[in-house]
């Protein structure tokens, strides 16, 4: 029931299993690269993430930053220089143009220095709340909640909160869960979600948070 979890013990339920991740392209074994030093790049990676899977970000932004590896590059760059290299991410010229337009918002409005603020993470193109929580906690390390697929669909698995939408997913997680504890959420659950409570069929079996779970208390799977 939701109120009666605690988030904690879930939370270190998982922790053994997964450790911390890294963000973005955690699945992929190679080691963290140097561009998740820099908040902006961290922010065009994420941009690319969207509606792809990890392997294909990392290499999407293995080749962009490559070739175009500073903010000033890729503001300068025609958005169909942009298109080949992140073409693996997929929609590459929604986001090509994209991220070209977020190097020139940072360079002329921010003094190329990327704002650790969610109203102005949010008023650049193809930045959604999901989004812009994951640069505040992977970039900036503030506390910020990164609701993706799997941590809307965990969380209410888990009987953590109600939400028919990811922003309600937030909110309430905000409400129950420390906040010294946000970042830890996605970086968990995403692998959780990979891993053993997939979406289409959970393995409850092999879950080491079962008996803090709803849905896991009425399947025998
Ligand atoms: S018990 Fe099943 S549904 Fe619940 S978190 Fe674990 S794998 Fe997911």
Redesign the pocket.
């Known amino acids: 029931m939701v109120g009666e979890k605690d988030p904690v013990l879930?939370l270190d339920g998982l922790r053994p299993l997964y450790g911390e991740g890294v963000y973005p392209g955690r699945s992929d074994k190679r080691t963290r690269p140097e561009w998740m030093e820099s908040p902006f790049h961290v922010l065009i990676a994420t941009v690319l993430s969207q509606r792809t899977r990890d392997e294909n970000t990392r290499e999407a932004c293995d080749s962009l930053f490559t070739v175009l590896p500073t903010i000033e590059s890729l503001s300068l760059a025609d958005a169909e220089l942009i298109e080949p290299l992140i073409r693996k991410a997929g929609f590459p010229v929604q986001k090509a143009k994209a991220i070209k337009r977020i190097a020139t918002i940072v360079l002329e409005e921010h003094a190329g220095i990327l704002p650790a603020d969610m109203d102005l993470l949010l008023s650049m193109p193809m930045v959604g709340r999901k989004t812009a929580n994951c640069v505040l906690a992977y970039a900036f390390n503030v506390p910020a909640i990164c609701v993706d697929t799997h941590v809307h669909r965990?969380s209410n698995?888990?009987g953590l909160v109600r939400s028919d939408d990811p922003d309600g997913t937030e909110m309430q997680l905000r409400e129950v869960v420390p906040d010294h504890l946000w970042k830890d959420i996605n970086a968990l659950m995403v692998r959780?979600?990979q891993v053993?409570?997939?979406p289409r069929r959970?393995?409850?079996?092999?879950?080491?948070?079962?008996?803090?779970?709803?849905?896991?208390?009425t399947?025998d799977?």
Request: charged letters at 25%; one cysteine or more.
């Open positions: 879930i965990i698995l888990l959780h979600g053993v409570c997939l959970p393995r409850c079996r092999e879950c080491p948070v079962r008996r803090h779970c709803d849905h896991g208390s399947t799977r």
